[in-house]
C-alpha cells in the first residue's frame, strides 16, 4: 500500500499540531505556575538559626568580592562556613583578614594533598558536619544575594513538613553574546525545575541558591550514593529525595542570588557539560518529561518551517506559528522580568530554536570527559 502525497501531507500537520500541544501543555502547566507565582504573606517570620555553607577552591578573588554580601544579611542568628577546599591561592589570607572582621565567619581548611583528590561533595560534606544549625543554606563563592534580605526570604520557608527550599540562581549582566546565551539558557532552565516543583514533581535545584535540614541529610546518608560522580552536589540529592510534600520554593526578589557568567563559549561548554552528567541518575518520569519539551520543540519548527516552504496548509500552519509565537512571546517577557533578566527578548527568541541543538551537542561533549572534576 503506498502512501499518498496528499496523506503524507496531513500526517505531518497532525504531527506538527501535537508536538505544538505538547509545547503549550508545558507552558500553561509548568511556565505560568512560575511568572504568576506569589510570595505567602506571613505577619510574623518564624526566625530559625541558620548556617550559610560555601565550598571553594581557588576563589581568593570571589571571596574577597563577595563574601561580605553573605556575612552581612540582616538576619538575627545566622553563621558563614566556607570550606577552603585545597586551595593554591591567596584564599586563606583572604578568609584570615575576613574573620577578623566579621565574627560570624566560620572557616575550615582542607590541605592540598597531590595524592588525595576529592570533588565538591567531600567539602560540602565538611561544612555540612560543622554546622551547628538544623536550617543550612548554600551558594557559591562566585555569587552574591540579590539583597541583605536572602536569609529571611529563603529560611521563612521552612516549617515541620518543608525539608527543601529551592530558589533563583541567575547571573549577572554583562557585554558579549556569551551572556546572552548564558542568561537565556539559565531562565528556560528555571522555568523547567520551578516549574516542575512547583507543579510538585521537584527533580532539582541549583547549588548557587538552595536549603535543606542537616538532620534530613543524615537521615538520608547525605551524599553517599553520589559520591563516586563528577558533579550532582546540588540537584541529585533533590532528585533522590524531594517529595510533592517536603520542598518548597521561594522566588521573591530578595531570595535571589547572581554570578557573573563565563567569559567564553569554551568554558560554557565545560560547565553545561559537567551539569548535564547527572542527567541520566534521576528517575524516569523526570528524564522523560526533560526528553519530551526540547524533542517536540525541535519536531515543531522542522516541521513547521517545511510545511510552509512546500505551501501545505500554510494557513493553518502559519496561524500555529503565530499563536505559539505570542504564547511563547509572553513568557519571555514575564520570566524575563520575573528573573530580573535585561536585554534578553530578541536574543531570547532566537535561543528558543538554539537550545535543543546547544544541549544535544554539550551532552555529547560530557560523555567524552572522564576527568575529575571539583565543582
Known amino acids: 500500500m503506498f502512501i499518498t502525497t496528499e496523506l503524507l501531507f496531513k500526517t505531518l500537520l497532525y504531527v506538527f499540531g501535537s508536538v505544538t500541544f505538547i509545547q503549550i501543555l508545558y507552558f500553561l502547566f509548568f511556565y505560568f505556575r512560575v511568572i504568576f507565582w506569589k510570595s505567602k504573606k506571613t505577619e510574623t517570620v518564624n526566625i530559625q538559626p541558620v548556617s550559610i555553607i560555601i565550598a ?111 530558589g533563583f540562581g541567575g547571573y549577572e549582566k554583562s557585554k558579549g553574546l556569551i551572556n546572552k546565551f548564558v542568561r537565556n539558557d539559565t531562565v528556560f532552565i528555571a522555568l523547567t525545575y520551578l516549574g516542575f516543583a512547583l507543579a510538585k514533581m521537584p527533580y532539582m535545584g541549583v547549588g548557587r541558591n538552595m536549603a535543606y535540614r542537616k538532620s534530613y541529610f543524615l537521615e538520608k546518608k547525605g551524599f553517599a550514593r553520589q559520591m563516586n560522580l563528577l558533579s550532582g552536589s546540588d540537584d541529585l540529592f533533590i532528585n533522590q529525595n524531594a517529595t510533592r510534600r517536603n520542598l518548597s520554593v521561594e522566588l521573591s526578589n530578595e531570595s535571589f542570588t547572581f554570578s557573573e557568567t563565563k567569559k567564553t563559549f569554551k568554558q560554557w561548554k565545560n560547565q553545561k557539560s559537567r551539569h548535564l552528567t547527572t542527567g541520566k541518575y534521576y528517575k524516569f518520569k523526570h528524564k522523560f518529561l526533560l526528553f519530551l519539551e526540547p524533542f517536540s520543540r525541535l519536531i515543531y519548527y522542522a516541521l513547521g518551517i517545511f510545511l510552509m516552504s512546500v505551501n501545505q496548509y500554510l494557513v493553518i500552519v502559519s496561524s500555529i506559528f503565530v499563536f505559539r509565537f505570542l504564547f511563547f512571546c509572553f513568557i519571555l517577557y514575564k520570566s524575563n522580568k520575573k528573573f530580573e533578566q535585561k536585554g534578553l527578548f530578541i536574543s531570547g527568541i532566537f535561543f528558543d530554536i538554539l537550545q535543543p541543538f546547544f544541549n544535544l551537542y554539550f551532552s555529547l561533549f560530557a560523555r567524552k570527559k572522564n576527568e575529575l572534576i571539583w565543582k
Open 56 to 166: 571553594a577552591r581557588n576563589e581568593a578573588e570571589n571571596l574577597k568580592k563577595n563574601l561580605p554580601y553573605f556575612l552581612e544579611q540582616d538576619y538575627p542568628d545566622f553563621r558563614v562556613i566556607v570550606v577552603n577546599d585545597a586551595s593554591t591561592d591567596d584564599s586563606e589570607t583572604i578568609l584570615a583578614e575576613l574573620k577578623l572582621k566579621y565574627k560570624n565567619l566560620y572557616v575550615t581548611n582542607i590541605p592540598f594533598d597531590e595524592k588525595f583528590r576529592h570533588g565538591k561533595k567531600t567539602a560540602l560534606t565538611i561544612g555540612i558536619k560543622a554546622a551547628e544549625t538544623d536550617i543550612l543554606l548554600f551558594s557559591d563563592a562566585d555569587c552574591k544575594p540579590a539583597g541583605k534580605n536572602w536569609v529571611k526570604s529563603i529560611s521563612q520557608n521552612f516549617d515541620e513538613k518543608k525539608q527543601f527550599v529551592i
